[in-house]
């Protein structure tokens, strides 16, 4: 399964590169002191509780907001320093940033154009992501009116319609039904067969465990552990999960019943 | 394909005419765009046309008098109180951004590209429009007089509307950084019309200190003609003389003046660009209440004051001290009207929270409906909620109106009393429009939450309405019966009180049969 237009990259160059990243939030460390490598074509999770750092760090790579120290390279350039950079790269934001009062259609014409691609390509992928996603939105209903999935369809589909070679995906399977889900899972995994990064944060151990062969996992603003889900895997012991490696590294023992139930 | 500046100015054009197309028709529908369109015209003709024309007679008598001394200055003053008090007037009303923040940053386009596109877009907005169009008309009246300033007007028309649309964009940037820093906003604030105040009411000019005075009017008025509005209007001037070379000469300054202007306006920008996550404060204190509407009242005025638009109320009371010791009283002298005019002006910066009650609340809208209380609970804590709130802008006011000016106990007592009588009237319609018109208002950013356009010119048509009623009780009373000030306007506010209970049932019948729209568009 693939999507028209979605272009190609090479494997074995460094697609993501995040070398001691520290962000703070006035007294608050959100990030701290990370550093990863994410090789191109490679499908990576970041994994990690609410408040681990996840979204900061996306939000950073993508340059929605600036590193306090250390620096971020996607396809060995920073992001800051050049536009023509941003076109290679597709970004689902965490609340998704979509402009409410267009159509979908008239959403996605915007966001192709602002990425400079001709009128009749933006009208051909949209229809063909419409149909693979399963969107059919009333030609007059606003985005507004979207129901939550539907907005996180035109979120995605916004991501990907350029074509681009590394995408971002924060926390792409909230809220989404599961034959959405599992066709999204399709289509990134078929991008990342064509060479496209992709880079996405999670919550949902089962998501990550089944969709990205690789894994960081992030506690606190610090990357815990990563890797292949093998070395992950070896590192959590023979015969125990993941969900026990994770339990392990970031906590979280249970606390026992609830007195009154 | 590579995106010239040209080609993001039309796309995010395209996008603003089109969203702005499709949110009128969203909300108003068939019916209501006729409506509206009728509306529209007869204010057009009852009050933005004869507004427009005394604009531009007013430029045609400018044109006519460019002989006399005083003109240029003058006309200097009306261009430049257009642009400056209307980007002021509209920054503070929430300003013109419409992008969402990481569009400006996920997009293969250079930010003065979007910046620019949002200033073009800012046009459509009311506030500049009607700025654009008064300057415009006032130039027309010049023109008319002499046409020889057509060859000049469209630069100083482009100077007055972008420097008015860029103030706005500054005032809204500069009060959304004031609000996180509201305790220095409100030191430096407080003590500079107090200070001003102090200093004005101990001077008792003498015969030698007004020629001082005189003096220093002239040096005020050399400094206005070397100021950049001061040169784009004396261009005008030059035109009419024939010395066009001298007048496109002094738009030099004025033109770079505008490119300064944008350039901090874009600094500021992205400043408030960078959302930065508030570090976590202090644990919650527990809340206790004995009844449901108190407890929806403390949720309210928790929500109000963690957002930036309900901090920023609280410097509004400083704005309208400034306001009624500086600007209005140089246009129509100090008097009476002041009390009045300051409990009015802070009343009415709340009319956005009081007609869309939830719109702080968002998603959290749900939360209230799910919650095992009536629907007059929590309308009757939202009213207590917004009570405390007006009521703590209004001791502000009262607190700080004996120390910017003259004033009795017994004009600030009825003054309280006219801040209630406004908060009632504001409160009964509010409980309507805020079911019926809800929106979703920002609780990080002072951005505006795009009101609905009937929603507008209700809060205006209601602001008119209320000032007629109870500013003119006031004014009459403290006029012909002093004494009885504070007992008419006290009871006019508790007959507002009475009448807003009796209406409670209804609006509760009403917010139960609108619940689904409010859920829809918040939840």
């Not at chain 2, 002021?88 to 979007?114: C, D, H, M, N």
Request: charged share 15%; hydrophobic share 50%.
């Amino acid at each position: 399964m693939s999507v028209a237009g979605l272009s190609t990259e090479p494997r074995g160059s460094i697609a993501l590169e995040i070398d001691h990243v520290t962000k703070r939030f006035g007294d608050k460390v959100a990030v701290d002191d990370l550093s990863l490598k994410v090789d191109a074509g490679s499908f990576i999770g970041l994994l990690g509780r609410n408040g681990a750092g996840k979204s900061t760090t996306l939000k950073m790579a993508t340059g929605l907001i600036l590193p306090t120290s250390g620096t971020i390279r996607i396809l060995g350039v920073d992001i800051e320093s050049s536009l023509e950079l941003k076109r290679s790269v597709g970004v689902m934001p965490e609340d998704m940033a979509l402009l409410e009062m267009l159509t979908g259609p008239q959403y996605l014409r915007f966001v192709g154009r602002m990425y400079g691609m001709p009128e009749d390509e933006i009208a051909k992928r949209q229809v063909e992501l419409f149909e693979k996603l399963d969107l059919a939105p009333g030609p007059k209903t606003l985005i507004a009116d979207y129901s939550f999935g539907m907005k996180k369809k035109i979120s995605l589909i916004a991501a990907l319609i350029h074509g681009p070679r590394v995408v971002f995906l924060d926390e792409p399977f909230e809220g989404i039904d599961p034959v959405t889900s599992r066709t999204i899972k399709e289509i990134l995994l078929s991008l990342q067969k064509k060479g496209t990064t992709l880079v996405l944060t999670s919550h949902i151990l089962e998501v990550v465990e089944r969709l990205c062969p690789l894994i960081a996992i992030l506690d606190g603003g610090k990357l815990k552990a990563h890797g292949t889900l093998a070395e992950l895997h070896g590192a959590a012991g023979a015969g125990r999960s993941l969900e026990a490696l994770f339990f392990d590294l970031v906590g979280g023992v249970s606390k026992g019943d609830l007195s009154w139930l | 394909m590579a995106l010239t500046r040209v080609g993001v100015l039309a796309t995010v054009l395209g996008a603003h005419f089109t969203a702005s197309k499709n949110r009128v028709s969203r909300e108003l529908g068939r019916f209501g765009s006729v409506v509206m369109a009728i509306v529209v015209v007869t204010l057009l003709l009852t009050l933005a046309i004869p507004l427009l024309l005394s604009f531009g007679a007013l430029g045609f008598v400018f044109a006519h008098s460019l002989h006399y001394e005083a003109a240029v200055p003058l006309l200097t003053l009306l261009l430049g109180g257009i642009a400056v008090g209307g980007g002021i007037l509209s920054g503070v009303s929430g300003g013109a951004k419409q992008l969402t923040w990481e569009s400006y940053r996920l997009y293969p386009a250079r930010f003065s590209s979007l910046f620019l596109a949002e200033i073009i877009a800012g046009l459509g907005d009311l506030f500049p429009a009607a700025f654009g169009a008064a300057t415009l008309a006032v130039l027309v009246g010049v023109a008319v007089a002499a046409p020889r300033t057509l060859f000049v007007a469209p630069l100083v028309l482009v100077e007055g509307v972008v420097s008015g649309i860029l103030i706005q964009l500054l005032v809204s940037s500069l009060a959304s950084v004031l609000v996180r820093r509201i305790r220095f906003a409100f030191f430096v604030l407080f003590f500079t019309p107090v200070a001003l105040g102090a200093w004005i009411d101990s001077f008792h000019p003498s015969p030698a200190t007004m020629a001082e005075l005189e003096r220093a009017a002239r040096i005020a008025g050399d400094v206005l003609e070397a100021s950049p509005v001061g040169m784009s209007t004396r261009s005008l001037a030059e035109a009419a003389r024939g010395s066009l070379l001298h007048a496109f000469e002094l738009h030099a300054i004025p033109l770079a003046s505008m490119l300064l202007l944008a350039w901090i306006t874009s600094r500021l920008i992205l400043i408030d660009l960078a959302p930065e996550t508030h570090a976590e404060g202090a644990p919650g204190r527990l809340w206790t209440f004995d009844h449901a509407d108190a407890g929806i009242a403390k949720l309210s005025w928790h929500t109000i004051m963690g957002s930036q638009i309900g901090r920023f109320g609280f410097i509004v009371p400083l704005f309208s001290i400034v306001l009624i010791r500086g600007p209005l009283a140089q246009l129509v002298g100090r008097g009476s009207w002041n009390v009045p005019a300051a409990f009015m002006y802070v009343s009415l910066s709340a009319s956005s929270l009081q007609l869309n009650q939830f719109g702080l609340d968002g998603h959290g809208v749900k939360c209230l409906f799910f919650l095992p209380i009536r629907i007059e609970d929590i309308l009757r804590g939202k009213m207590r909620g917004l009570a405390l709130y007006q009521g703590a802008q209004a001791m502000v006011l009262a607190l700080l109106l004996p120390l910017a000016c003259k004033v009795t106990v017994n004009e600030i007592v009825g003054g309280l009393c006219l801040a209630a009588c406004f908060f009632f009237v504001q409160s009964i319609v509010g409980r309507y429009t805020s079911v019926s018109m809800p929106r979703a208002i920002s609780r990080t950013q002072m951005r505006a939450s795009s009101t609905p356009v009937a929603l507008v010119l209700l809060g205006m048509g209601l602001s008119a309405a209320s000032s007629l009623v109870f500013g003119g009780a006031y004014t009459l009373c403290q006029h012909f019966a002093p004494l009885a000030l504070v007992p008419v306007m006290g009871g006019l506010a508790l007959a507002m009180y009475v009448l807003h209970d009796r209406l409670t049932p209804d609006a509760v019948r009403y917010a139960l049969s609108k619940r689904d729209k409010l859920i829809e568009a918040l939840g």
